[in-house]
């Protein structure tokens, strides 16, 4: 029995044990495999995330674990959900893979888990509600801020996304991509700006100009000098280089108490007569027979009168009488120009007039300022004069030249460069990176890489001295919203003549060396403020403007008002303070706030709104170009102070 029993036995299996092929109603097998349905938006294909998620499971998540789209974090399989929507990308089907905590669909989006249907559930994310920072930041809005708790799950956000109500899930079409676009554009909340604080002004060191002129005495000086800079050459005789940097010195060179005493010095007996004789010779040229007659005569005894400024006027004064005589007021050899300037009345007497026959109301020229007017209206006539139209005009092909030399430099350079480069030996490997053979050449091409970055910089800052030469006019840097002046001069004869040379021998292929040297001031004699071309000069009131924290200084301006009341001269000859006059500028015409927020208006775009209101006030694109000026002319004016700023190009392109 026990035989018979034993086949029996293992024969059979328990129907719990047998894999679930079938089942049997009423006599009839009935096949339970599941078919394979195409996937459909009605009937997606639903994802057994449980079991799926069994082949992650650990101790801590014994049924598996799924990130959740919202927090990101692990949560258990059994209290997530998964979205089952499908949509078609091209010809093939995508599932959505965000799945949904239980903890984040009750607090963020009013869901319970267990009333959403998992077999059709749409997330949030296809909803397009979704307010993970992911989803938010694709769309352009800032992450909302953790106000929730779990103690306090209500608030205007959740309460927006609990009242809102899921949408139905509609089929897919070929303007899905347009759909979601518009449904997105519709969610969209206005961008709230962020405001930042103001920045706070910089404190600037205002320091007075040693001049007592005014704005129209300083202008007509820089007019007189730029003219003669510019077409000095042109003269009949040349002006002198001595002359021409007695120019620089707007109150005088060496008259340091002459603003203490209330004299206004200029320059000097001698300079007035070069340029006088200077600007004769070229009329002469471009005058009638007689009037050319007229004026040689005159020149000759100008040469022999000596440096004697009452002499000079009588000598021009008998000249434009005798000029007016045989010509007309319309005619071209017309020579009309003003009487000088009264003497002040602190003035010093003139000098001894034993030669000159002069009346008792005669007008006695005693100081050189006095005749600014005379030279003033000299520079006229001679503007008007074939040979300075001329030059005006081949001013513009010598620019077109000299860029060319810049660009031939700048070529001759990168080639130079090309071939240190392949000197230069590769990066070493790491065990022999801390050898001191290694350091060496470390330094020796941090040398080669900075001497070729100043070459560059040589030849664009002496490109720009260059280019000052051919302006056919001065310009100021332009006026802040305040009305204050901006007064920035252009470099003197010698620095222009040496930048020349610079570009002349770094364009050629040959080793040359140059022979001119730049004028140079030390700090001492920037300090000085006597020389225009190295200071930003500022014709306004002093800004009042301190920190809140500065009452020292408030209380000091307070005691100057009345000393520094009114517009006077303000020069910043230190690079530094130019670059904080600049951000002062920049923050005080509200450019560095527009600048930060973009299209958000601030105080620069009010200021071309305010047209109607003052005319005279600067436009922003006015207030751009002053900030960039003051901002190049303290990176030219730190170049320029250098001592090796063209001997150091030499020597490495020698080498």
């Not at 000088?340 to 007008?363: E, F, I, Y």
């Not at 051919?470 to 252009?490: C, E, H, K, M, N």
Request: glycine share 4%; charged share 30%.
């Amino acid at each position: 029995m026990a035989q018979s029993s034993t086949p029996s036995t293992s024969s059979k299996r328990k129907l719990t044990d047998r894999e679930p092929s079938g089942l049997i109603f009423d006599g009839v097998v009935m096949s339970v495999k599941k078919l394979k349905l195409a996937p459909t938006l009605h009937n997606p294909p639903l994802k057994e995330k449980v079991d799926n998620a069994l082949k992650n499971a650990t101790e801590e998540f014994p049924n598996g674990y799924v990130y959740c789209h919202q927090c990101r974090k692990r949560r258990d399989a059994k209290v997530t959900i998964s979205c089952t929507a499908v949509y078609m990308v091209g010809k093939k089907e995508r599932s959505c893979k965000a799945s949904y905590c239980k903890t984040c669909l009750l607090k963020k989006y009013g869901e319970e888990i267990a009333r959403v249907s998992r077999s059709t559930y749409n997330c949030p994310k296809c909803r397009d509600v979704c307010m993970c920072h992911t989803c938010r930041k694709a769309k352009g809005l800032e992450p909302l801020r953790k106000k929730l708790s779990s103690t306090n799950p209500g608030d205007e956000t959740d309460a927006k996304s609990k009242h809102s109500e899921p949408k139905a899930f509609k089929e897919p079409a070929k303007s899905t991509s347009k759909t979601k676009e518009t449904a997105s554009a519709a969610t969209k909340a206005p961008v709230q700006p962020v405001v930042k604080p103001p920045k706070v002004l910089p404190v600037l060191n205002w320091e007075r100009v040693p001049s007592s002129l005014n704005e129209d005495e300083a202008n007509d000086r820089i007019l007189i000098r730029e003219f003669m800079f510019r077409f000095g050459d042109y003269l009949d005789p040349v002006i002198g280089k001595g002359h021409s940097e007695e120019l620089e010195f707007f109150g005088g060179r060496a008259n340091k108490q002459a603003d203490n005493s209330g004299v206004t010095v200029w320059v000097g007996e001698m300079t007035i007569k070069s340029l006088v004789v200077g600007l004769l010779g070229l009329f002469a040229a471009h005058r009638d027979a007689e009037a050319t007659k007229l004026i040689k005569n005159t020149l000759k005894e100008m040469r022999s009168a000596g440096a004697n400024l009452n002499k000079l006027w009588s000598l021009l004064s008998a000249l434009r009488d005798d000029v007016a005589k045989i010509t007309t007021s319309e005619s071209s050899s017309c020579l009309t120009f003003p009487n000088p300037s009264p003497p002040p009345p602190n003035a010093a007497p003139a000098r001894s007039l034993r030669n000159v026959k002069t009346s008792d109301d005669a007008l006695h020229v005693a100081q050189s300022s006095q005749m600014i007017p005379v030279l003033l209206a000299l520079i006229n006539l001679a503007l008007h004069t074939s040979s300075i139209r001329d030059e005006i005009d081949q001013g513009l092909k010598d620019n077109k030249d000299v860029t060319k030399d810049a660009k031939e430099a700048t070529r001759l350079e990168n080639e130079r460069w090309e071939e240190v480069k392949k000197t230069m030996e590769s990066p070493p490997d790491a065990k022999q990176k801390n050898t001191a053979k290694d350091k060496e050449r470390v330094a020796e091409n941090k040398i080669k890489r900075a001497t070729h970055k100043d070459n560059m910089t040589r030849i664009e800052n002496a490109l720009r001295i260059v280019s000052s030469s051919f302006s056919p006019r001065f310009i100021t840097l332009g006026t802040d919203l305040d009305g204050r002046v901006y007064y920035a001069l252009s470099p003197g004869v010698a620095e222009r003549e040496a930048a020349l040379e610079f570009l002349n021998v770094a364009s050629s292929s040959r080793p040359m060396k140059m022979k001119k040297k730049a004028r140079l001031l030390n700090e001492e004699e920037r300090q000085e403020m006597r020389e225009w071309s190295w200071f930003v000069a500022v014709w306004g009131e002093k800004s009042r403007e301190t920190t809140s924290g500065d009452r020292s200084k408030r209380m000091d301006l307070d005691d100057e008002d009345e000393v520094e009341s009114g517009p006077h001269w303000w020069g910043f000859w230190d690079i530094q303070e130019i670059n904080k006059l600049a951000e002062w500028v920049s923050i005080k015409s509200g450019l560095s706030d527009d600048e930060q927020a973009g299209d958000t208006p601030s105080a620069a775009s009010s200021v071309s709104s305010s047209k109607a209101t003052n005319k005279a006030e600067p436009k922003v694109e006015q207030l751009k170009r002053l900030v960039h000026g003051l901002k190049d002319y303290a990176t030219l004016l730190e170049w320029r102070v250098k001592e090796d700023k063209y001997t150091s190009f030499t020597t490495s392109k020698k080498a």
